[in-house]
């Protein structure tokens, strides 16, 4: 199995940055499409960017502009970072993975725990 655990989430006041990281451990042998999601209270969990495995970037509409994702391999680890940030980007970030623990697994998806990010203002 694969665990992804993320990191770097907090207060942060609207117009700074934050930067989250991503770490995946546990049986990993291949990671795919690694991404960013984000939930804020009562509302449903939104993507908020990708990276494919060659490093082909998107970011969703809400933060376009403002992100930055990328990953680092020998670390299996991604990367995000939102600048310019506005009260509407709080809410916790989770991370996500699409991943195999064996050269025999099918590709799966992992998902962390969460980390809450609040914009002051």
């Known amino acids: 199995q694969v665990q992804l655990v993320e990191s770097g989430g907090g207060l942060v006041q609207a117009g700074g940055s934050l930067r989250l990281s991503c770490t995946a451990s546990?049986?990993?042998?291949?990671?795919?499409?690694m991404g960013w999601y984000r939930q804020a209270p009562g509302k449903q969990r939104e993507l908020v960017a990708t990276?494919?495995?060659?490093?082909?970037?998107d970011c969703a509409d809400s933060v376009k502009g403002r992100c930055t994702i990328s990953r680092d391999n020998a670390k299996d680890t991604v990367y995000l970072q939102i600048d310019s940030l506005k009260r509407e980007d709080t809410g916790i970030y989770y991370c996500?993975?699409?991943?195999?623990?064996?050269?025999?697994?099918?590709?799966?998806?992992?998902w962390g725990q969460g980390t809450q990010v609040t914009v002051s203002p």
């Open positions: 996500n993975a699409e991943g195999q623990s064996s050269v025999w697994d099918i590709s799966r998806s992992y």
């Open positions: 990276i494919t495995t060659g490093r082909t970037t």
């Open positions: 546990g049986r990993v042998f291949r990671l795919n499409t």
